[in-house]
């Protein structure tokens, strides 16, 4: 197995710069994601690595061998992409197969590095099958399982489950992250959903216009954003952002919207001391905000005023859609809520999760 390193990794194509001084050392036996919304580079990034795309400036390592100028076949890697690119004459045997045959593998080799492949993904069944006989999920199974014959020390994975329903893009997440932990190699997977990043990765990276914002477990991610970018791409429904300022009062600090004013909490108050009377953005995220009813114990509370634009039944909550003068919002609150669409409504802040940024540059968080 292997570990992964981009060392100052930049590629431009023309006048756009795709990937942007990209610095990530991934460790051997990690499952690293790569996420971020569509023409942000994560893509380019894991093709870098693959060797399908020619490095502008920097290097990439794997384990300590530097492979800038390996040709993909010799880098001892496999990669799976969105559309499975299976041979439609071949059996699912001879897909998997197909890679070891140009290698010269010994066909005993093959064929039991193939049916242990089978056997992992559960598709013993389907090896006489053409790909036209096969489902979307059991097509991704195969082209998962041409990978894992070839044992490489490092696989790669773009967006594998955008062509799949949204119940067997759940189940195959669950199958990708058990496969990695069987296998015990290094996965880097690129996607655009951060519901698979978070629930798939040991590590994500998060990329904007080919830079590198954040790179940190899921955990951290969700709660210690650095900038307005990473806190409203990481979390489901997005966090919400209010314009604000800070202003001093009683001995502490109140953030004045325009709309609604909030009392900071006292254990953040000496981090915030510097951008006294400064424009800030408040941000709070969905699961934080609460019907006054079904409060949680042992929170910092904040009532604000809304107006009810849309409420959205999700059986184990209600998402409510907010306005508050020109701010719209969303909530994530208990089912029983008696919030109606139109309806004017209070609901509660919890301040121990709020959020600040700075108003200029990259938006950083202030900590």
Do not use: W
């Not at 990034?45 to 010799?74: C, H, S, Y």
């Not at 954003?225 to 489901?236: K, T």
């Not at 009392?263 to 006054?292: A, C, F, M, W």
């Amino acid at each position: 197995m292997a570990s992964v390193t981009y060392e100052k990794v930049t590629k431009r194509f023309g006048d756009v710069t795709a990937v942007n001084n990209l610095d990530i050392e991934i460790e051997d036996k990690e499952f690293l994601v790569l996420v971020g919304p569509s023409g942000c580079g994560k893509t380019t990034a894991l093709r870098l690595l693959a060797g399908l795309e020619e490095i502008t400036e920097g290097q990439i390592l794997i384990g300590d061998r530097v492979v800038n100028d390996v040709p993909p076949k010799d880098r001892d890697i496999a990669m799976v992409f969105q559309s499975y690119a299976l041979y439609p004459h071949m059996t699912v045997y001879d897909n998997m197969a197909f890679g070891l045959k140009l290698r010269k593998t010994p066909k005993d080799e093959i064929k039991k590095r193939v049916q242990e492949a089978a056997e992992i993904l559960g598709i013993e069944q389907l090896l006489d099958r053409k790909p036209r006989q096969l489902s979307g999920g059991q097509r991704q199974r195969v082209a998962v399982g041409r990978a894992i014959v070839r044992e490489p020390k490092v696989f790669l994975f773009d967006e594998p489950l955008s062509n799949l329903d949204a119940k067997l893009r759940v189940q195959t997440r669950a199958e990708i992250t058990k496969l990695h932990a069987n296998l015990a190699t290094t996965f880097i997977y690129v996607t655009h959903d951060q519901v698979e990043a978070m629930t798939m990765a040991t590590r994500i990276a998060v990329i904007k216009d080919g830079i590198l914002q954040q790179l940190d477990t899921p955990q951290n991610l969700y709660d210690y954003p650095s900038n307005v970018f990473v806190g409203g791409f990481i979390g489901s429904p997005s966090m919400n952002f209010f314009n604000a300022k800070l202003v001093r009062s009683n001995g502490g600090f109140t953030i004045e919207t325009g709309e609604f004013n909030l009392t900071v909490p006292q254990d953040k108050i000496s981090t915030y001391q510097e951008y006294e009377g400064k424009n800030v953005i408040l941000g709070i995220r969905p699961e934080d905000i609460h019907d006054p009813l079904f409060t949680p114990p042992n929170i910092t509370p904040a009532e604000v005023e809304t107006k009810i634009e849309v409420t959205e039944l999700m059986g184990n909550e209600i998402y409510l859609h907010m306005l508050s003068g020109q701010d719209l919002f969303v909530g994530r609150v208990d089912p029983r809520t008696s919030a109606k669409m139109g309806e004017h409504f209070k609901v509660v802040f919890n301040m121990e999760n709020m959020h600040l940024f700075e108003v200029e540059g990259l938006q950083e968080a202030i900590r």
